[in-house]
């Protein structure tokens, strides 16, 4: 009986993959996201579902703070002597999940694959005593800055722009 479940789960996995392939036919700008290391088919149509325009977020700024890889400047009271404690930068609490997940998903499919510069921006910024959590964070920025830029001058991706 578990047999015949995997079968069944198996011929639904290649019809949704059909469908996607079918949907990102449609939108050429999928492709091109697809071309990107960590950026499959599937994460390429949920994050274009999800930020529906180029033009939404004004700033790249807001763009990561949508995502959830953006940095927060948030303040922690005050110290025993009144003073206003320094801010420090953290990542959003209030952000869309299945997003967040698509993109930090690419980071990590990223940095794990072969020979890119995601995965080489990301050992710079390790070696240079950044933690693998924050330069994770950055490389994630970075992914969906490109994907971003590529939107808007609709482009292809290529590596030396990086």
């Not at 690419?106 to 794990?112: H, L």
């Amino acid at each position: 009986m578990l047999w015949i479940g995997y079968d069944a789960t198996k011929e639904q996995v290649e019809l949704a993959k059909k469908q996607f392939s079918s949907y990102a036919r449609k939108y050429p700008i999928i492709k091109s996201w697809s071309a990107l290391p960590g950026i499959g088919i599937i994460r390429a149509t949920t994050i274009f579902a999800y930020l529906d325009t180029p033009w939404r977020f004004k700033k790249r700024s807001k763009l990561h703070k949508y995502c959830g890889v953006g940095l927060v400047r948030a303040t922690r009271g005050k110290d025993k002597k009144g003073r206003p404690r320094p801010p420090r930068l953290k990542l959003p609490w209030a952000v869309n999940r299945r997003i967040k997940n698509a993109v930090i998903g690419a980071a990590t499919s990223a940095i794990e694959r072969g020979d890119n510069a995601f995965k080489d921006y990301y050992e710079r910024m390790v070696s240079n005593g950044i933690t693998p959590a924050n330069a994770k964070h950055s490389v994630a920025r970075k992914m969906v800055s490109t994907m971003s830029a590529m939107w808007k001058t609709e482009s292809e991706y290529d590596e030396k722009l990086l």
